[in-house]
């Protein structure tokens, strides 16, 4: 069985990207835009998160929690 590395983050972190950008582009109504936005977010929080883990760095992990609060 094959180890998750960084580019099984960063394939399920675009995924739900552009699943959040052809929700705002797409959809009216004003909570699932919302909703959206929140996923465009967590995707790039979960980017942060590996990257960080990756070079052993906490400055990632900083950012996220600044993107979430």
Do not use: K
């Not at 883990?53 to 609060?69: E, K, M």
């Amino acid at each position: 069985m094959e180890p998750v590395n960084i580019n099984h983050y960063l394939l399920l972190s675009a995924i739900l990207f552009c699943i959040g950008v052809a929700g705002v582009l797409f959809r009216r109504n004003a909570i699932i835009i919302f909703m959206c936005i929140e996923l465009m977010l967590n995707s790039v929080n979960l980017l942060l998160t590996a990257f960080s883990n990756q070079h052993n760095d906490a400055s990632g992990q900083v950012f996220v929690i600044f993107i979430i609060l």
